[in-house]
């Protein structure tokens, strides 16, 4: 009998008990006939804005888009600064790029793969707008330690909706729900959450083509929109979200209590962390990833070559060894699989898997 594949992340097996709510709610949309800034999508924007804690959130069409109507909202763009890591996925430095500002790049903590607040201190320049922290995998960024230097902060928080301690500390926040985050949608969205009523008004109006009504046109803006149908999804699925984030937590927990930090690298456990993903590293990260793909066992590695070494980036002028850290991490980290469900049968078998492969723990 062959053996049952175990995915990197199995979003049907959370949705799969909605799907009689799902369907209400599409039946819903398709007799009332609207489509586009419908009513399922004024109503999710204000529970999540109540979820997160926040004055107000626009939906809008993806994560990127969020990061970029932000930036626009704040008026910045060529020659700007603004500092992010460079061990992060590609949209953080894109959507800064995009509006023709230049993207800083500062190393990470090696124990929270997160900014290093210290390097971000000295890339801090006459010219920078903004810092743009990014809660890699679910766990929060030391934003008290980056509010320190005075500078707006736009979170990044596209992989950890509802984690605490995010979302309130900078200008605004942005989220994706593409079908694998922690709050994931059917298709693509996004979502700014904004602690600035004003610039949440000016995020509204550009993710309109800069306006209000549709008549008057104050702003040259995009047309981005959270889709009606992913709402009325959206809707069913956040008031699950703090359950399947404690599952996260609780799968993560199991992966220490069956001996992965024995074998690899495991991040420390941070009380806010939403656990988007589990990702560990070890010095032969090829030699795990290869046996839990030959066992069909989803895993994932990250962010080779990080961004400063992207081909599009190369302007910015970095090298090869700009960023130790980052690169360093770039060639050893790997996920293993996790969802709201996932089973200790199946968690054992991926720990099983990794023991096979390393044999025990290389210091």
């Known amino acids: 009998m062959p053996v049952q594949k175990i995915p ?10 909605l799907i009689p709510e799902l369907q209400q709610r599409f039946a819903q949309v398709l007799e009332d006939g609207q489509f586009v800034l419908g009513p399922n999508v004024k109503a999710f924007e204000k529970e999540a804005a ?28 060529p020659g700007d600064e603004v500092i992010c890591p460079s061990f992060t996925f590609y949209a953080t430095a894109e959507a800064i790029a995009r509006r023709g500002a230049i993207p800083v790049f500062a190393e990470i903590d090696p124990a929270t793969y997160n900014l290093d607040p210290e390097d971000v201190d000295r890339r801090i320049s006459a010219r920078t707008k903004a810092i743009m922290p990014v809660h890699l995998f679910g766990r929060p960024a030391s934003l ?25 500390t900078g200008v605004a926040s942005t989220y994706s729900f593409y079908p694998t985050k922690n709050l994931f949608g059917l298709g693509d969205g996004g979502l700014v959450a904004v602690t600035d009523e004003e610039l949440g008004e000016r995020v509204r109006m550009l993710r309109f083509h800069g306006s209000r009504d549709k008549v008057d046109f104050h702003l040259v803006g995009y047309n981005s929109r959270l889709d009606e149908v992913q709402a009325a999804a959206l809707r069913v699925f956040l008031p699950h979200l703090a359950e399947w984030n404690a ?17 690899v690298d495991m991040p420390d456990d941070d009380p806010g962390h939403v656990y988007h993903l589990v990702v560990s590293r070890h010095p032969d990260r090829d030699r795990i990833v290869a046996a839990l793909k030959e066992a069909g066992i989803g895993c994932a590695t990250y962010y080779l070559p990080p961004l400063h070494l992207q081909p599009a980036l190369r302007y910015l002028g970095y090298h090869e060894g700009s960023f130790p850290e980052t690169e360093r991490l770039a060639r050893e980290n790997f996920s293993v699989p996790i969802w709201a469900g996932i089973s200790a049968e199946q968690q054992e078998r991926v720990v099983d898997t990794v023991r096979a492969a390393v044999g025990s723990r290389v210091a």
């Open 8 to 17: 990197l992340v199995d979003v049907k097996a959370q949705y799969a008990p």
């Open 50 to 77: 109540a979820y997160l804690g926040v004055p107000a959130s626009i939906g809008v069409a993806n994560g990127t888009d969020a990061l970029v109507l932000v930036l626009d909202a704040m008026e910045i763009g």
């Open 247 to 263: 599952l996260r937590r609780e799968a993560a927990e199991r992966y220490r209590e069956l001996g992965l930090g024995d074998l």
């Open 144 to 168: 008290e330690e980056l509010a320190r230097f005075g500078i707006p902060q736009i979170e990044d928080a596209a992989q950890a909706f509802g984690a605490p301690g995010t979302g309130t």
